[in-house]
């Protein structure tokens, strides 16, 4: 069974900085070709893309909401992915879930349906 594992979260002013990170074990998603992406939810609201990435040739994919303020990398190495998360406001408070897609690329999948795998979630709290 693949794991992916979150870190990273926690409280943050509003302007500061938190890089989160999504460790997965037993399957090499580099190996598969798997997209990486992450999600984010807020309570009462659906869960909703925030950014993904092809861990083969590092193309990258962000919803329009944090464009220039998140970067979303990986280290295939260590089989972990990044979200380095910048100019963060109070919106950007929810739960973040890493999430694999183990399909063969076709363009970019930016509903939670079209994931495989899905972490516990880490919470990120910005205050005002």
């Known amino acids: 069974q693949v794991q992916l594992v979150e870190s990273g979260g926690g409280l943050v002013q509003a302007g500061g900085s938190l890089r989160l990170s999504c460790a997965a074990s037993r399957r090499s998603f580099s190996s598969y070709r798997d997209v990486m992406g992450w999600f984010r939810q807020a309570p009462g609201k659906d869960r909703e893309f925030v950014a993904a990435i092809r861990t083969t040739v590092g193309n990258t994919y962000y919803t329009d909401s944090v464009k220039g303020r998140f970067t979303i990398s990986r280290d295939n190495a260590k089989n972990t992915v990044y979200l380095q998360m910048n100019s963060l406001k109070p919106e950007d408070t929810a739960v973040y879930y890493c999430?694999?897609?183990?399909?063969?690329?076709?363009?970019?999948?930016?509903?939670?349906?079209?994931?495989?795998?899905w972490g516990q979630g880490t919470q990120v709290t910005v205050s005002s």
């Open positions: 999430a694999a897609d183990t399909g063969v690329f076709v363009g970019w999948r930016t509903s939670p349906d079209e994931y495989d795998y």
